[in-house]
């Protein structure tokens, strides 16, 4: 039996993705943490086959935290699981250490595929993440939407996100969710590397 701890903050997707897991008999999910703190504490009481780690959770970066979950539990096979269909992102994971990379949009057959091949000690990137990985230049490539590059042309004016909200007539959640995600688009861990790297990249 394969077990498995989804660390995940959307609290349907990871309810259904457990009921999807656990309609296989020889796969189960023993566990589900919404925060990186939850997930140390539970991977240190269960001690999971596999961990499916999303990127983006309340307390924390989930890439940030996987040489952490190692030392937890070095047995477990840590697969990021996530909508982030960057290159620079996935690069940053296999830096990290991850053992996988699978995107929220892959059929069951290729989530079962990856929690296989996991389970038998070897890595999987799923079908999109390997095309994007085949593109030798893919660090220097990052496809911001029109928001996002507004968004980030005011963080390189050196305005707050607070300002950001004020002058774009967003909420200062949906400001601070873009910022974030282009954190991690961009690879960078605070605003000012990320307006370095923008300028670098000719994205501003």
Do not use: W
């Not at 952490?68 to 697969?79: D, G, H, N």
């Not at 990856?114 to 079908?127: D, K, P």
């Not at 390189?156 to 996100?161: C, D, K, N």
């Amino acid at each position: 039996m394969t077990t498995v701890l989804i660390a995940d903050d959307h609290r349907l997707f990871a309810q259904t993705l457990e009921r999807i897991i656990n309609i296989k008999n020889d796969i189960k999910v023993i566990g589900v943490a919404a925060t990186l703190e939850q997930t140390r504490s539970m991977i240190s009481q269960i001690r999971p086959d596999i961990i499916l780690l999303d990127i983006a959770l309340p307390d924390g970066d989930g890439i940030d935290a996987i040489k952490e979950l190692r030392t937890l539990c070095p047995t477990a096979k840590i697969a990021v699981l996530t909508m982030y269909a960057e290159g620079a992102v996935i690069n940053r994971a296999i830096k990290a250490g991850a053992d996988g990379y699978v995107l929220k949009n892959v059929d069951i057959n290729e989530l079962f595929a990856a929690i296989g091949t996991l389970s038998e000690g070897e890595r999987y990137f799923c079908n999109e993440a390997r095309q994007i990985l085949s593109n030798r230049d893919f660090t220097d490539i990052v496809d911001l939407t029109a928001r996002e590059k507004e968004v980030l042309s005011l963080i390189a004016e050196g305005l707050t996100e607070r300002e950001i909200a004020d002058k774009l007539y967003l909420s200062f959640e949906t400001v601070h969710s873009y910022a974030k995600y282009l954190r991690h688009k961009l690879c960078c861990t605070n605003n000012a590397s990320l307006v370095r790297t923008a300028l670098r990249l000719h994205l501003v």
